[in-house]
């Protein structure tokens, strides 16, 4: 089974553009999350998605925003970019929603530097 | 809130030595905990979870107990391989995974031959 595929693989962008990040969950997954890692912050989540629908959201401003398509593909959008927003940007894959039991797979992320 | 504390390192060993790379959370809830291990250039793959106390989760020659009384998840391996070198994160999600996976900040660990 295929994993998580994520598009594209690196990005640069320019203060004040906005961007569109792709992310294909493992087939017969619905939920798909988005996280942003950085060397200062770390690892922080974003949003989880399920049936189409925002379910989850992490402490991120408005200018991030996400959405689900019906066979569970997902986009990942940052608009007004800042110096800040450079970060590799991880998508993960689940069967359900919101299950502390349930394992989250990462796709292999996208690397976003904003000169 | 949920947080995760786990040693930055950069932590160095032999290949074939003991490796114990401590994990210590604290959390609103009943969490599952995870370790994940993080290759050069590339995502996180799951290298083991625990879902209740005392649950052991192993993989690959790496183990991790579960244990709520010092709300602990240690990563140990009997010995270590060049190709262990990585950075290996601890992270934990409560029920309702309302705010996602919180994870530690990551401890890379460097095996020399």
């Keep these: 089974k295929a994993g998580v595929t994520q598009t594209p693989r690196y990005l640069i962008k320019t203060r004040g553009q906005q961007v569109t990040l792709s992310c294909s969950p493992i087939s017969g997954h619905r939920s798909v999350s988005w996280y942003q890692q950085t060397p200062g912050q770390g690892l922080q989540f974003l949003f989880e998605y399920f049936s189409e629908t925002q379910r989850n959201k992490g402490n991120f401003p408005g200018r991030f925003s996400g959405r689900q398509f019906s066979n569970s593909r997902s986009e990942m959008n940052v608009s007004t970019l800042e110096l800040g927003d450079s970060a590799l940007y991880l998508c993960a894959s689940s069967l359900v929603l919101g299950s502390a039991q349930d394992t989250q797979y990462f796709g292999p992320g996208t690397r976003l530097t904003v000169l | ?113």
């Excluded at chain 2, 106390?53 to 709300?71: C, I, L, M």
Aim: hydrophobic share 30%; with cysteine.
């Design chain 2, 1 to 113: 809130g949920n947080s995760v504390t786990q040693m930055e390192g950069p932590v160095t060993l032999s290949e074939e030595a003991f490796l114990t790379i401590n994990c210590t959370y604290t959390a609103t809830g009943y969490p599952s905990l995870f370790w994940y291990v993080q290759y050069p250039g590339e995502g996180l793959q799951l290298l083991l979870k625990a879902t209740k106390a005392d649950d052991k989760g192993s993989n690959k020659g790496f183990e991790a107990t579960y244990r709520k009384e010092t709300t602990s998840f240690h990563l140990e391996k009997g010995s270590v391989q060049v190709s262990d070198s990585a950075v290996y994160f601890c992270a934990l999600r409560t029920g309702g995974g309302a705010d996602g996976l919180t994870f530690g900040k990551g401890t890379h660990l460097i095996i020399q031959p």
